[in-house]
């Protein structure tokens, strides 16, 4: 079985084969008909060349068929091949009243009502390709930078941001003898854990956070990249940060240029810049920027506040350049209660804001539970936490990446529901 993906573009004419998928549109002429074949490994479809007796029955949008054929040079159109059809098969037939999915313009809202069929469509279809190819690049990063890679548990005992978002899992006490258990809203301080044994460790999986948010900038269910590296300060953190996201949005610009060139046409994508340096700027500096803009914002700028979206696009988009930008240096009071004084970074990016967040962690154990302390956060809960400052602590640091923003960084999307495969959000709970 060969794919659409290699037939459009190694296939030599005359080479005669087989190919499988779903038919996204058929039309017939006198003489012969046209059918547009698409198996998902290709953001355009093959055109099949049908005869009349081939064609005499239409065939729904959304049919799967097996079509063996020849391929030949394209008289027309925007493709160079082509496949004259030798037979056609149905493989599962299609109710062309019922299909949601008909050749005609759907909008992102409507195709979120069909999830289990979405990924049918160009937007939604060439989402996915980009998403593996941005989830491989980072793999390739840290796997090429000697970085150990740890599943982290899905249940914890802990909240990592101590915020009280997590989702309770429902009879977990019963079950763990009295523990409360919480999906998890990030594995990091579980990966700290295979740091300080492992030097460099990443881990990469489902969070979650009971936010109940309506945003487009939010999700119930989403994944992260969380990199741990002992022996290191922030400025190595933040380098490694922007090499990590850079060599991800290179292999999405390089491996799916298809995909990429129909986002830069239907949704706007600006490609972020892969050879400059991203530029830095302090907290301070930046609060400064801020109020010497002339920009009239919603939430006055002052020190000490925890910025908001509206000032994270502005230093993005018009600070820098349309370019993302690292922000570091900020209060302890706006971190969580592990971040060490000062020594935390976001990196922003245009349209879209924070997409990553890290620091270099307290790593000495009175500081650490003085803020605990502070923050009124059980210390049972923690005990192994502070255990990791008292046995054989070291410098270490990490950050965690958004990976459905980084996904909407290299498509244009506005929504992160639509840079997921399957959107978990309030009151919807599909499939």
Not at 147 to 173: M, N, Q, R, Y
Not at 402 to 410: A, I, N
Request: aromatic share 10%; net charge neutral; hydrophobic share 40%.
């Amino acid at each position: 079985m060969v794919r659409v993906v290699e037939l459009r573009k190694a296939a030599a004419i005359g080479t005669k084969c087989t190919v499988s998928g779903w038919v996204k549109s058929m039309r017939s002429q006198k003489t012969h008909a046209f059918l547009e074949l698409n198996d998902g490994s290709s953001q355009s479809s093959l055109q099949v060349i049908l005869s009349p007796l081939q064609s005499a029955q239409m065939l729904p949008s959304g049919t799967c068929v097996e079509v063996t054929g020849s391929v030949v040079k394209s008289k027309g159109g925007n493709q160079e091949t082509e496949m004259s059809c030798d037979d056609i098969r149905v493989i599962g037939p299609c109710s062309d009243a019922a299909y949601p999915l008909q050749k005609k313009a759907h909008t992102l809202e409507f195709l979120r009502e069909v999830p289990h069929l979405r990924s049918r469509s160009n937007t939604i279809g060439g989402m996915l390709r980009i998403r593996n190819a941005a989830m491989m690049g980072l793999h390739g990063f840290y796997q090429n930078e000697g970085f150990v890679l740890v599943s982290t548990p899905i249940l914890t005992s802990s909240d990592c941001e101590g915020a009280g978002e997590a989702f309770e899992v429902s009879k977990s006490a019963e079950f763990f003898g009295g523990k409360t258990a919480f999906l998890t809203v990030s594995g990091q301080l579980q990966a700290e854990a295979f740091a300080l044994s492992h030097s460099k460790v990443y881990t990469f999986g489902p969070t979650f956070r009971a936010e109940n948010s309506q945003t487009s900038r939010h999700l119930a269910e989403f994944w992260m990249c969380e990199p741990e590296m002992c022996f290191v300060g922030l400025p190595e953190l933040i380098e490694n940060a922007e090499q990590a996201i850079k060599c991800a949005a290179r292999r999405v610009f390089e491996s799916c240029s298809e995909d990429v060139e129909f986002f830069e046409k239907r949704y706007g994508l600006q490609k972020v810049d892969l050879q400059a340096p991203w530029k830095r700027i302090s907290y301070d500096d930046a609060i400064v920027a801020l109020q010497k803009s002339g920009t009239s914002f919603e939430k006055e700028v002052k020190f000490g506040m925890d910025l908001g979206s509206e000032h994270e696009k502005w230093l993005a988009e018009v600070y820098a350049d349309q370019q993302p930008i690292f922000l570091f240096g900020f209060p302890r009071e706006l971190k969580p209660f592990y971040v060490k004084e000062r020594d935390s970074f976001d990196l922003l990016v245009p349209k879209i804001g924070e997409l990553i967040g890290g620091s270099v962690r307290e790593e000495r154990f009175d500081i650490l539970r003085m803020e605990l302390e502070a923050r009124k956060m059980p210390l049972q809960h923690y005990g192994w936490y502070l255990d990791l400052r008292k046995y054989g602590s070291a410098p270490h640091g990490g950050y965690g990446i958004g990976f459905e923003r980084l996904v909407r960084m290299v498509t244009g999307l506005e929504n992160i529901r639509d840079a997921v495969p399957i959107p978990r959000v309030p009151n919807c709970l599909p499939m």
